[in-house]
């Protein structure tokens, strides 16, 4: 495996372009000391950006992609993209894809999610057509699949991949994988299938650094039609830390949310982003009261060691939304419910992940205790 960057994994990050109602994406600079300090403070590869603290991987990444050039034909073991949410590996992912069908053709490349892989594949099996759809995904010069983390640990989907993998290091194509944990993580995919992850790039996307977050508030807020100014791009990448999903949230509250400033000048900015993270973000303790309640649970039940398949479910909700909400480590969440052990923490929360992508009854639940988190 090679990686690249501090503790032997390689580190990047993409300004994330979002689709608000209400504004297209549409960067606007009009300081030219602001669009000259970013120029200076940060490296630019296409639509791509990375700060001071991620331009070593940028680098990296400018050798998957170099302009005009197939560099994937020199090796084809995979380059694999993780971070948490917001980090912005979808977009990376869908971008690097679109710039390499912008040189070598529209055909030559194509996107997927680990769920319209898994559709695919589950509809040709049904339809006896599996040898079309591998001839179609192994034709590609390269094949980018998003979020393969939410695969489930499906034997015939493993070892598809597996061949896939394989069929694309023989023609000499390339494979981009995205996901939410690293390769030695994903202990629900088998030993072979990890072991040609481990074999190719490992790039780790971090959260942004005070320059990207800056660059980030001017673009979001752009999207939706607002010029802020530089002391208010400054606010919010110092009282913003996280993604970019974090600094997009603040910003529409800014813009729509019921206790929007009445002007967005530093001193009502302020303001307001130094009461929102306490509005926000709720106690751990609230989190497991309110799930406990809602399932009509005890709280002393919840924390226990009973397995009850009602108890150990209501327990996941808590560790989903605990991680979710206040980003807390899972080794804390896992203090917070008698100690248990953080393994067990992430088995608990990718239960509840996996669950909300497809059943309805996960999805409303979620939904309506994140609303009654936001009354507590």
């Known amino acids: 495996m090679v990686d690249v ?29 602001q669009r000259a300090a970013c120029a200076t403070a940060c ?4 639509t791509f950006v990375a700060g001071p603290e991620n331009q070593l991987v940028a680098a990296a990444a400018q050798r998957w992609l170099p302009e005009g050039e197939a560099w994937c034909g020199s090796t084809s073991d995979p380059l694999f993209l993780w971070g948490p949410p917001g980090t912005g ?23 997927l999610t680990a769920s319209q892989f ?40 493993n070892e598809e991949l597996v061949h896939m993998l394989d069929a694309f290091k023989q023609t000499g194509g390339c494979v981009l994988l995205a996901s939410g944990e690293p390769p030695r993580c994903l202990s629900h995919f088998s030993p072979s299938l990890v072991d040609r992850l481990l074999a190719g790039y490992t790039l780790a996307l971090s959260a942004p650094g005070l320059t990207a977050r800056q660059e980030l508030a001017r673009r979001i807020a ?32 800014m813009v729509y949310g019921p206790d929007a400033p009445a002007k967005f000048d530093a001193n009502e900015v302020w303001k307001f982003l130094a009461t929102r993270g306490d509005r926000r973000r709720p106690a751990t303790h609230d989190i497991i009261r309110v799930v406990a309640r809602y399932y009509s649970i005890p709280q002393k039940v ?21 991680r979710r909400l206040t980003g807390a480590s899972f080794h804390l969440i896992g203090k917070s419910l008698s100690g248990r052990d953080h393994t067990t923490m992430i088995h608990s929360f ?13 999805q409303q639940a979620i939904q ?5 988190l936001t009354v507590v």
């Open 118 to 157: 898994r559709e695919e594949l589950a509809d040709a099996f049904k339809t006896n057509s599996v040898p079309e759809l591998r001839h179609r995904l192994r034709s590609r010069k390269l094949l980018a699949i998003d979020e393969i983390h939410r695969l489930p640990a499906d034997y015939y989907l």
């Open 5 to 33: 960057g501090l503790n032997g994994v390689a580190v990047i990050h993409q300004f994330t372009e979002i689709d608000i109602p209400g504004g297209a994406f549409a960067p606007v600079i009009t300081d030219s000391t």
């Open 222 to 253: 752009a999207s939706l039609g607002h010029v802020l100014s530089a002391e208010v791009v400054e606010l919010f990448g110092r009282l913003v830390p996280g993604t970019a999903n974090d600094l997009a949230g603040a910003i529409v509250d």
């Open 43 to 46: 490296l630019t590869i296409g």
């Open 350 to 362: 990718r239960k509840i992940d996996q669950l909300a992508q497809h059943d309805i009854a996960t």
């Open 302 to 322: 919840l924390k226990s060691s009973s397995r009850r398949q009602s108890v150990a479910f209501a327990r996941a909700m808590v560790v989903y939304l605990t």
């Open 89 to 111: 590996k979808t977009h990376l992912l869908a971008g690097l894809c679109k710039r390499w069908q912008a040189s070598h053709g529209k055909d030559s490349a194509e996107y």
């Open 368 to 372: 309506e205790l994140q609303r009654l």
